[in-house]
């Protein structure tokens, strides 16, 4: 079973509307899940990461992500799409404390239409 | 702070030639990681060191190697190169070494090294 699966290759969105990306973990994983984003030609960059300090979590521009346990998720959203979003996006999971190893989903392209 | 540099951006080799690339993680940071990113397959690990000790390793044959020096820069090497190895080879350094603490820690990324094998 995949440890993180991101439903949908491709979203698409209007500048302006909701952006909603999602994730579901496997049960058997431990809940250090993260997002990163990849814009053409670079390396991945931190959006955001679960702690257990809280289900809702905030990332950088204006990104957020909700744990739901009962779910299995980890979905992504912005209220507000802007063009500058329009990038690749992988939700990712660290399986073990004594290896750098990140499993990530297969990624989602968001396109973001004028 | 300078964040991972990987070296070089770009290279293109032939069938049956070696590669190697070269990945510096941001000071301090003595876990690295290496990815390699394709379209067909997404992003997949190859190996981790840390400390200079190879902790990790992924699915992929024994022509993928690597290394890590006692700066914690880090090489990976590809020998007899084949078509289906051309990719991006990202590299990723952590702060921590372990534990759960490590788990939550955000792995930093280079730029990549863009691998063409003709």
């Known amino acids: 079973a995949q440890s993180v699966t991101q439903l949908g290759s491709h979203v698409s969105v209007s500048e302006g509307a909701l952006v909603l990306l999602r994730c579901n973990y496997s049960?058997?994983?431990?809940?250090?899940l993260f997002w990163y984003v990849q814009y053409p030609n670079q390396g991945l960059q931190l959006l955001l990461k679960y702690t257990s300090a809280a289900t809702l979590v905030k990332g950088i521009n204006g990104f957020e992500a909700e744990f739901k346990k009962s779910e299995t998720s980890f979905h992504l959203t912005k209220p507000s799409a802007h063009m500058s979003d329009a990038a690749e996006y992988f939700c990712?999971?660290?399986?073990?404390?004594?290896?750098?190893?990140?499993?990530f989903g297969q990624g989602t392209t968001l396109q973001v239409k004028p | 702070k300078a964040g991972v540099t990987q070296t070089p951006r770009y290279l293109i080799k032939t069938r049956g030639q070696q590669v190697t690339l070269s990945c510096s993680p941001i000071s301090g940071h003595r876990s690295v990681s290496w990815y390699q990113q394709t379209p067909g397959q997404g992003l997949q690990f190859l190996f981790e060191?840390?400390?200079?000790?190879?902790?990790n390793k992924g699915n992929f044959p024994g022509r993928f190697s690597g290394r890590q020096f006692s700066n914690s820069r880090s090489e990976m090497n590809v020998s007899t190169l084949e078509l289906g190895d051309s990719a991006l080879y990202l590299c990723?350094?952590?702060?921590?070494?372990?534990?759960?603490?490590?788990?939550?820690?955000?792995?930093?990324f280079g730029q990549g090294t863009r691998l063409t094998v003709v």
């Open positions: 049960s058997s994983v431990p809940p250090y």
């Open positions: 990723a350094s952590r702060s921590l070494g372990g534990g759960r603490e490590f788990m939550n820690t955000e792995a930093f």
């Open positions: 060191y840390f400390s200079e000790t190879q902790r």
């Open positions: 990712a999971v660290t399986l073990s404390g004594n290896t750098g190893k990140l499993i």
